[in-house]
């Protein structure tokens, strides 16, 4: 990194004295760096740590400024006493509306000190990043949540609706306990509010660390997979018949292959390329702005499918991931299966994909079957100007010129059981990443130290706006 730094210096013939220039510092800052270090600090991987005991900490330091008992606690499912969470609020004065809830998981994914060139659950600050476990996905937001609350509560801040805080666990395992999908089923009323912030989109990058564009993640497609399953009696190799179950999954596949599903829009994705036209401009732009007006516009679509991304995100998609089949090399197969992977544009139900699987394959003796648990349905979430502007406002203010650009996102966060129960839930961490990626999930996961402190004083600003409008 100090090598980059010095060459694009040279390049640019700026010095380094430009990058500090740049670099502003916030109030309470050493404060937030030690938050944020506890929680690096505190191991919450499922295998050897222990969310609890995050959430206590997190929960003894609102405790520490003023929040009582019954308004900053820890909850735990008696069952998994490792995997428990953290809530806390600051009532409104108003109940006009519900308010706002800021969501962070506290859990992270598996590191091991011997992989990493640095201990993954020490804070390291060099060459202007964080690393450890954590310092991309998520304990930064969790630290800006539980700092602003802090902040708030000190200033006397008195929002007009309430802020509310959930730190919760089990967002990176898969069948363990996950408490956003807890509290969402069993104590909705802790965590209920007009929306909620949650992780999911970001600010870009550059290779040379210039801002390109600020993310909003407005929705998430829908994860489910499919087996699809053909048989046949089988038989002796030497005597091989026309029927035959590996030729046809190879004629239900290229059905698959072929299976376009059509152009759809909600908020996200219509603002994300209304805006996408107007960046890239010439015949990628124009066909932006015609596949807006005309979902149905052929040529439009063409043009702008050839990015994989873009394709995808403009309707649901499926594909074949995994296929096994045959019993022996001797041996007319007898059975073959297939995981066919769809990611479902929000609103649009498991079983109508099903349907159109089916339909798309036309062979009644293959079976298209869901692969249990069947996801759950979100709602398709609104994107009105009274949550876009004034992050649009505040964006200007710190980082002028940079757009701020609606996603439909293919991931899965927490967001999925919120918004599901009725609490529209929103990605934005307002965190600048690298071009190069934080290795988030990977190996000496990092985070630029200006990303973390400008992102943390923005959501301060940006809540408070939005508790008190
Ligand atoms: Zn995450």
Redesign the pocket.
Known sequence: MKKFLLSSAIILGLGFSATSAMAQSYPGEARFREIFKELIETNTTYSSGNCTIAAQKMVDRLHSVGFSDKDAFVFTNPDFPKEGGAIAVIKGTSKAKKGILLMA?LDVVEAKREDWTRDPFTLYEEDGFFYGRGVS??KNIAAYWVDNMMRYKEEGFKPKYDIKLALTCG??TTGAFNGAQWLSKNHKDWIDADFALN?GAGGSLDENGNRISLSVQGAQKVYQDFTITTTNPGGHSSVPKPENAIYDMADAMKAVQKLEFPVMFNDANREYFTRMAKIKGGEVGAAMEAIVKNPNDKAADAIISKDNAWHSMLRTTCVATMINGGHALNALPQSVHTNVNCRIFPGVSVDSVQADLEKAINNPNVKVAIVEPRSIATPTPKMGKEFLEPIEKLADKYWKGVPVIPVLSTGA?DGIYTSAAGIPTYGFSATFSEASGNYAHGLNERMRVRSLMEARQFQYELVKYYATH
């Open positions: 998981h996905d998520m967002e990176e992780e966060t």
